[in-house]
């Protein structure tokens, strides 16, 4: 197994889950990485993954992971209210988000002192897997943007195509195949939000700087799958679902 030096601390709980995960994933999948050289060589940065299947957190920070960046997820509660599940992430100090409530925001502040301290913080922007019926971005949620304003940190948007083949969306098992699953994944350049971040943080600021991160996340997945999105980005509350949780009848939170 190769030794991977990090960038800061990382909670041995962490260290043992990616041993444990990092063989599996080389395993099940092969990469495609473009845009590596997006990445921040030093000093805390937010990134900002398209969501398309339970399984894609796994790619792209096995890919960070390996370059010494372990990154610190900002991960709904359900997850730290599971017994084991639970456990590990809070050993392996990730942030804990009460999706859809008046606490949500409290998330920012160990999210804030985590990029200070030179770490890289993972938002999913929209919030929850895509209900676009084609897999594109949908309509995004204020967390990233906040974060980034508050803080001044680099966002990098991250656009993966290939995990829904592993694990479709809520699916609860992996698909087999005869051949690692081709999963790609491409790192764009900083969003600018240069002219935001040394202004007042205003809802109208965090309405235009969320914005740009999902149209540059929806930029670099055109890119990937060879498509234009569509012009107007899917809102689940508009078509009656719910904005985050599995929205199919009797789905969990």
Avoid at 43 to 58: K, L, M, Y
Avoid at 112 to 131: D, F, K, N, W
Avoid at 167 to 172: N, Q, S
Avoid at 193 to 209: K, N
């Amino acid at each position: 197994m190769t030794l991977v030096v990090h960038r800061t601390p990382t909670p041995v709980a962490y260290q043992v889950v990616a041993a444990v995960l990092r063989p599996v994933m080389r395993g099940l999948t092969r990469y495609e990485v473009t845009g590596l050289e997006h990445v921040p060589e030093s000093g805390g940065f937010i990134v900002t993954p398209n969501h398309v299947s339970h399984a894609d957190p796994f790619p792209w920070a096995h890919v960070l992971y390996n370059r010494g960046v372990a990154p610190v997820f900002l991960a709904k509660s359900t997850l730290f209210d599971a017994p084991v599940v639970g456990t590990i992430m809070r050993h392996a100090k990730q942030v804990r988000v009460d999706r859809e409530s008046p606490t949500a925001a409290q998330a920012l502040a160990p999210a804030v002192r985590a990029l200070a301290a030179g770490e890289c913080v993972a938002v999913y922007p929209e919030g929850s897997l895509t209900r676009d019926p084609d897999l594109w971005p949908m309509r995004g949620k204020s967390g990233a943007a906040r974060l980034a304003l508050q803080s001044g940190a680099p966002v990098i948007p991250i656009a993966q195509w290939g995990p829904q083949d592993l694990l479709p969306r809520y699916a609860k098992v992996p698909r087999i195949s005869r051949h690692r699953w081709r999963i790609r994944i491409r790192f764009g350049p900083p969003v600018d939000l240069a002219d935001l971040q040394a202004a007042p943080v205003t809802s109208t600021a965090v309405a235009t700087a969320t914005d740009r991160i999902m149209a540059a996340v929806t930029h670099e997945l055109e890119q990937l799958r060879g498509e234009q999105a569509p012009t107007e980005r899917f809102d689940p509350r508009a078509h009656g679902l719910r904005p985050t949780g599995d929205y199919r009848p009797g789905g969990s939170s």
